[in-house]
T-cell receptor, first 112, second 113 residues
């Protein structure tokens, strides 16, 4: 059973608009969450993280929101750019446990 | 600044052969890990290391060995390749754990026939 779920396999957005990527989790022990971006034939690139003691974290065009009661987080990209077209992975971890749990990814296409 | 370097990028093995996937980082990161990525399965942790001389198993360690003799290098050994080990393998490093975000290598695509 997947503990981290990205229910939308793909998303298409117009350049300049907002992209919202969603992630749900089932394990209430998770206390930090990360988003990675992956281009074809490359390794994932770390984008942004959030601790469970916060409900929002921003870094430039990227903002992650965490709703602990709903066990849901989302990544907002504003404004979206064609170079943002990639697969986005959500990952979660708990305390000193070294093992991240990864979602299956959402493929984002930003159309010019 | 090279980051995390993986070699080779592509490899085809016959069932039963052994090989070593190389991983090196130049960022003085203590924490290194190996993942495999399979369709429909996401990224799964094979082995990890919290520093030179210290390694531990991840979710899917069977059929793989690792060692960490230096901070820089973390090779992954396939002892006797099986078709189920056909996958894309990623090495990653972090200053002191996954909470700080990993730097990933570009991956090794392995096919076992």
């Amino acid at each position: 059973d997947q503990q981290v779920k990205q229910n939308s396999p793909s998303l298409s957005v117009q350049e300049g608009r907002i992209s919202i990527l969603n992630c749900d989790y089932t394990n209430s022990m998770f206390d930090y969450f990360l988003w990675y971006k992956k281009y074809p034939a490359e390794g994932p690139t770390f984008l942004i993280s959030i601790s469970s003691i916060k409900d929002k974290n921003e870094d430039g065009r990227f903002t992650v929101f965490l709703n602990k009661s709903a066990k849901h987080l989302s990544l907002h990209i504003v404004p979206s750019q064609p170079g943002d077209s990639a697969v986005y992975f959500c990952a979660a971890g708990a305390g000193n446990n070294r093992k991240l749990i990864w979602g299956l990814g959402t493929s984002l296409a930003v159309n010019p | 600044n090279a980051g995390v370097t993986q070699t080779p990028k592509f490899q085809v093995l016959k069932t039963g052969q052994s090989m070593t996937l190389q991983c090196a980082q130049d960022m003085n990161h203590e924490y290194m890990s190996w993942y495999r990525q399979d369709p429909g399965m996401g990224l799964r942790l094979i082995h990890y290391s919290v520093g030179a001389g210290i390694t531990d198993q991840g979710e899917v360690p069977n059929g793989y060995n690792v060692s960490r003799s230096t901070t820089e290098d973390f090779p992954l050994r396939l002892l006797s390749a099986a078709p189920s080990q056909t996958s894309v393998y990623f090495c990653a490093s972090s200053p002191s754990g996954p909470v700080y975000g990993y730097t990933f290598g570009s991956g090794t695509r392995l096919t076992v026939v």
